[in-house]
T-cell receptor, first 114, second 108 residues
Framework: NAGVTQTPKFRILKIGQSMTLQCTQD?????MYWYRQDPGMGLKLIYY???????DKGEVPNGYNVSRSTTEDFPLRLELAAPSQTSVYFC?????????????FGQGTRLTVV | GQNIDQPTEMTATEGAIVQINCTYQ??????LFWYQQHAGEAPTFLSY????GLEEKGRFSSFLSRSKGYSYLLLKELQMKDSASYLC?????????FGAGTTVTVRA
């Protein structure tokens, strides 16, 4: 069982470049989340989705975009990379059924913008 | 919005007990999670409290008081491998929001 898979694991971007961080889950979870984690800090919510076709902003959405065309996939797009976006990005998914299950996390993408 | 507070750091001795407190202020509260995160790794689930009271899972226990907006994670019989960051997270209005995390250092 793969769980939550993120690609790539590492990436170096130049300022102004764009990229898409991929996230896919095979647990048929409705809810998916994107977080960023700066060194020594907690997780900050960028965007989340409660189902295919539905997305909403979290705490720090500026500079990012998302889409949710299928239940499995929730890609995060950076259009014009900035040094402030250097961080570790985590994707997570959960199923909000009775006795809400925990969120499962991918292994993270370490992004450096130079 | 939400505000989730927990101490930044705690240090304890191997074999001891440590209690990590978390206070939260949030609308539409549904439940409180605790996660463990080792350096360079993804968070992993420890516990989930929906109702008031204590949930025990081996060496780890978690407590919730909804009326006080308060939770704690209790780590007993500390081991060196418990050195990690412990994240408190509130589930509300479809969102899972995290505190800044508490770094626990276990010393021999």
């Amino acid at each position: 069982n793969a769980g939550v898979t993120q690609t790539p694991k590492f990436r170096i971007l130049k300022i102004g470049q764009s990229m898409t961080l991929q996230c896919t889950q095979d647990m048929n979870h409705n809810y998916m989340y994107w977080y960023r984690q700066d060194p020594g800090m907690g997780l900050k919510l960028i965007y989340y989705s409660v189902g295919a076709g539905i997305t909403d902003k979290g705490e720090v959405p500026n500079g990012y975009n998302v889409s949710r065309s299928t239940t499995e996939d929730f890609p995060l797009r950076l259009e014009l990379a900035a040094p402030s976006q250097t961080s570790v990005y985590f994707c997570a998914s959960s199923y909000p059924g009775e006795g809400h299950t925990e969120a499962f996390f991918g292994q993270g993408t370490r992004l450096t913008v130079v | 919005g939400q505000n989730i507070d927990q101490p930044t750091e705690m240090t304890a001795t191997e074999g001891a007990i440590v209690q990590i407190n978390c206070t939260y202020q949030t609308s539409g509260f549904n439940g409180l999670f605790w996660y463990q995160q080792h350096a360079g790794e993804a968070p992993t689930f420890l516990s989930y409290n929906v109702l008031d009271g204590l949930e025990e899972k081996g060496r780890f226990s978690s407590f919730l008081s909804r009326s006080k907006g308060y939770s704690y994670l209790l780590l007993k019989e500390l081991q060196m491998k418990d050195s990690a960051s412990y994240l408190c997270a509130a589930f509300n209005d479809y969102k899972l929001s995290f505190g800044a995390g508490t770094t626990v250092t276990v010393r021999a």
